[in-house]
């Protein structure tokens, strides 16, 4: 009986004991003990705080970040070198391309005795560098007379009598101006024309890019709006020289971008506008009717003082016949010629010239955005003949 009191006592003594327990846990006005906290990550600071520590014990730490620049910046305005000069400075370019011509005639011309075999030799190189079949018997006929005169020949005369036959066929006499003078209050229009893939818009651009060298204001006109590539392209070197550039819709009316560039460089009194037309050769009329258009269009705000034909010189005689086309849709007035350091064919010059009646005016020497150099006749003869 005493056991049974003893396991009595020890039941009510831990059920007294766990509701004391449970009170105190429980009670009114107990406030419940928060969640521990999560240990704190340090703060990222700005790299320029960070780098400011490093640098140095007290440097001090930034509190702000910079603002992000802009992704795409404005292009910066460069200032071009002047055109004077170009062709002696890219010289070298040529004498590349073109020596091998004068070289082999200079040695042709030098054997003891100049049989109808070596005049064969002379005139199919002539031929083959397409100075054409017309310049190539005149030049041949003449230099056999001025060799019989001459008798025994010393390298030296013979250079000289190339030389003369040379610079006479290219004729220096020709006025080879890029008539770009301000007419009054009026600019000057200068209309570029050409099959496309000859390098007609890039030429465009850089001869806005010399003309800006040359101290002259511009205003382009992307007339070529069946091609976006044509338009953005001018667009590129328009803003490398701040001149504005005219453009228009895609596939939009060509003339009506001609007339608002003319406008524009009227109202901006500008000194030249250059216009860039489509080169499409899909149809003859076609092509006639929409250059013969973009022409008179401009012409009632301003006279058209250049009308430049863009020629690949690596094309040779196919190069001819696009000329021939161009000829009869608009009165061309000089001729650019790009690409004439890639190629040994320079008597494209001679033949150009011959069949259009117009002077090589600027020929296209480089990859370069000053590489488009006036034509000097010397320098071009001097570079084929070498030193």
């Known amino acids: 009986m005493t056991d049974y009191l003893g396991i009595i006592v020890i039941v009510v003594l831990v059920a007294l004991a766990a509701a004391g327990g449970l009170f105190y846990l429980f009670r009114p006005g107990r406030k419940v003990s928060p969640p521990p906290k999560a240990p704190e990550l340090p703060e990222e600071r700005p790299a320029a705080a960070a780098g400011a520590e490093e640098e140095g014990e007290g440097a001090a730490t930034a509190t702000a970040v910079k603002p992000a620049e802009p992704m795409v910046k404005a292009p910066e305005v460069e200032v071009p070198p002047p055109s004077a000069g170009r062709m002696v400075r890219l010289r070298s ?91 009054g209050e009026r600019p000057a229009v200068v209309l570029v024309v050409g099959v496309n893939g000859t390098g007609k818009t890039t030429t465009t651009g850089k001869l806005a890019r010399s003309l800006v060298g040359d101290g002259k204001t511009v205003v382009l006109g992307a007339a070529d709006t069946f091609r976006a ?30 007339f608002d560039a003319t406008a524009r460089g009227i109202e901006e009194k500008v000194d030249v506008v250059i216009v860039d037309t489509a080169g499409r050769l899909h149809t003859k009329t076609g092509l006639m ?73 600027l020929v296209g020497l480089g990859e370069g955005p000053d590489d488009l150099a006036p034509f000097d006749p010397e320098v071009f003869v001097d570079a084929i003949l070498g030193d």
């Open 229 to 258: 590539a044509a338009a953005d392209q001018l667009q590129t070197w328009g803003e490398r020289v701040g001149a504005d550039v005219v453009r228009g819709p895609e596939g939009g009316d060509p003339a009506s971008v001609a």
């Open 289 to 361: 009717d929409e250059l013969g258009k973009v022409k008179r269009v401009i012409e009632k705000k301003a006279t058209v003082d250049e009308v430049l034909l863009v020629l690949d010189a690596t094309t040779g005689q196919n190069g001819m016949r696009q000329a021939q086309v161009f000829a009869e849709v608009v009165n061309i007035t000089g001729i650019a010629l790009t690409k004439l350091d890639g190629t040994a064919k320079g008597g494209i010059v001679i033949s150009v010239q011959r069949e259009l009646g117009v002077p090589v005016k």
């Open 93 to 183: 370019r040529l004498a590349r391309s073109q020596s091998a011509l004068g070289r082999g005639l200079l040695e042709l011309l030098s054997r003891d005795r100049l049989d109808d075999e070596v005049w064969d030799e002379i005139e199919e190189s002539l031929i083959t560098a397409d100075v054409g079949v017309a310049p190539t018997r005149v030049m041949v006929d003449d230099l056999k007379t001025k060799v019989k005169v001459l008798g025994s020949r010393t390298p030296q005369e013979v250079r000289g009598l190339l030389r003369e036959q040379l610079l006479a066929q290219i004729d220096p006499e020709l006025d080879r101006t890029l008539h770009v003078k301000k007419h």
